[in-house]
């Protein structure tokens, strides 16, 4: 059994990267921050005990190098590093060579990442503990060929994925040979560069389908469930809406689906937080299971705000050796939360990344209401990573109390002079099929086409 953490490594930037300090310092640890060339004087960096630098502002040299990263561990004297999510969270070879140095990984060990964050071995996991999937490949394609001998039996459309990483990158929806035969060497150059991994697989594409993911905490002994999150907005794969629970799950799916995804979770013996992603048909009021990420969520907060729950500070207690500090009947699901990312792009411009200096930073306060950012007023967006600028998380007892209580704080939010997406999510908030929950996966993509107002 591992001890308690003591000094922590935070291997990340951005938001993620204050929430991660600000769980530390609460169990009393001290926090050391990597950081990139552009990234000195950042917010997680002023809140950090310590910093490291790590190399240029390019991901590539700095967060994704891990002889780099290993080395600030290695300086530090950090007895665990957090991962956070994207850079290095779901790379294997990355965990095992911390573990190796005798240090903590905060997070599943590397075998539990191989298994569960390769998308094909997690599917062929999924299927041994009964979980429904998605039709699609049994392994990985290796190249062009297998994928239209396959989508040929299968039948148009479907969505080629990579095998490795997540937020989208790497993943194509395809309506013909034709689109499919281009598609694959495009999705294997953004995997590569995105996760290191070209490796695709394919399933079928569920139209007018629902993303519902199950948040899962375990302890290599015993896993919970913390219910439901529902991400059906988004844009190019990308979610920008998240809310928990799900409204349009019935009782006895949102029971079924959480059943499962612990069932599965507890089949491969999970330690720390994670999330079990899942396609839902509406149509046929059936769901199948796509993916896991062996790491926190961006759209974590929404959890915390129905549950009560700090998932972060529970991944740095599990990390160091405590079991669950909660059974299943523990967690109550009180009430409804929703996250909206706000970017650092121009929606007017057809999402036009905007770095640059931040002059104006007001951001809401209230009952119910939560902003998680890595910026505040004098800090630069950099254009070298995700122009995630904050999440505005807010909670009410109703959906509907919770967006009239989004709806209110978007108003009070100001950033500037960059451009952000507060307009989109002010005009989401207003939009008759997200009042009424009329969404799937396809729905913001067509309605930012008819060029709805405000926008």
Request: proline share 5%.
């Amino acid at each position: 059994m591992s001890a308690p953490i003591r000094k922590l490594l935070v291997a990340n930037r951005g938001e993620i990267a204050v929430r991660i300090i600000r769980a530390a310092k609460e169990l009393g640890i001290a926090t050391v921050q990597v950081v990139s060339e552009a990234d000195r004087d950042m917010l997680a960096a002023r809140m950090a005990d310590e910093t490291i630098e790590i190399g240029p502002a390019a991901a590539a040299k700095s967060y994704l190098n891990v002889d780099n990263v290993l080395d600030a561990l290695r300086r530090s004297g950090a007895d665990a590093l957090h991962p956070g999510y994207g850079f290095l969270s779901e790379n294997a070879g990355f965990a095992r060579a911390v573990t190796d140095m005798g240090r903590i990984f905060v997070g599943p060990d590397a075998d539990t990442i191989e298994r569960m964050g390769d998308k094909v071995n997690a599917r062929r996991a999924a299927i041994a503990a009964g979980v429904p999937v998605v039709p699609g490949s049994e392994g990985r394609l290796d190249d062009a060929g297998d994928a239209l001998k396959l989508a040929g039996e299968m039948g148009y459309p479907v969505m080629v994925k990579a095998a490795a990483g997540g937020g989208g990158r790497g993943i194509r929806v395809v309506r013909s040979a034709e689109e499919l035969a281009a598609a694959v060497p495009q999705a294997i150059a953004e995997a590569r560069a995105s996760f290191g991994d070209g490796g695709l697989y394919m399933e079928a594409f569920i139209e007018n389908a629902r993303h519902i993911e199950v948040q899962v905490l375990g302890d290599g002994k015993s896993v919970v469930h913390l219910f439901e999150r529902e991400c059906s907005l988004q844009r190019r794969r990308q979610k920008v809406w998240e809310e928990a629970p799900a409204a349009a799950l019935p009782p006895e799916m949102r029971e079924a689906l959480c059943a499962s995804a612990v069932r599965l979770a507890s089949a491969v013996g999970y330690r720390g937080a994670g999330t079990m992603e899942y396609l839902y048909d509406p149509a046929r009021k059936a769901f199948y299971f796509i993916e896991m990420n062996t790491r926190i969520q961006v759209e974590h907060p929404v959890t915390e705000m129905i549950t009560g729950v700090d998932l972060v500070r529970e991944m740095l207690m599990i990390a160091g050796g405590a079991a669950l500090s909660m059974t299943q009947d523990d967690i109550r699901c009180d009430g409804h939360a929703i996250e909206v990312r706000i970017n650092a792009e121009d929606p007017a411009r057809n999402f036009l990344p905007s770095p640059g200096p931040v002059d104006r930073f007001k951001v809401p306060h209230g009952d119910g209401i939560r902003f998680d950012t890595g910026f505040d007023a004098g800090s630069r967006v950099p254009p070298y990573y995700d122009s995630l600028v904050g999440k505005l998380i807010v909670r009410g007892a109703s959906r509907a109390e919770a967006i009239a209580r989004l709806a209110a704080a978007l108003k009070e939010t100001e950033i500037g002079p960059i451009a952000t997406t507060l307009a989109l999510h002010r005009a989401l908030a207003e939009a008759p099929d997200v009042l009424s929950g009329e969404v799937s996966t396809q729905w913001l993509e067509t309605w930012l086409a008819e060029s709805p107002p405000g926008l």
